[in-house]
């Protein structure tokens, strides 16, 4: 198949992706829940500062989290090994 398309073929993919933009529904949020649904979230550390300079106060939080993704495949278990035995 080529690349190169005709003109018309150009513009009614064009159109084609406004039409599919005109009616998707921007509030569907299947594939992001989705994505997140699999993941397991565990809050380890949060840490407030403050500061105040003049009638500002400035806030920095830093939260650290834990992510388990439970779509992954383990990784293999390494074979232990014994100090005993010689090196190849």
Known sequence: ???DHSLLRNLGQFFGHVVHAIRHDPTDQTKA???ESEMEVREVNR???L??????ILRRTTIDEVLR????TPAPP???KNETDPCP
Do not use: L
């Open 47 to 49: 840490e407030v500062q």
């Open 78 to 80: 390494e074979a232990p």
């Open 1 to 3: 198949m080529s690349d």
């Open 51 to 56: 500061a105040r300079q003049g009638e500002f």
């Open 33 to 35: 829940n989705a994505a």
């Open 69 to 72: 993704d439970t779509q992954a």
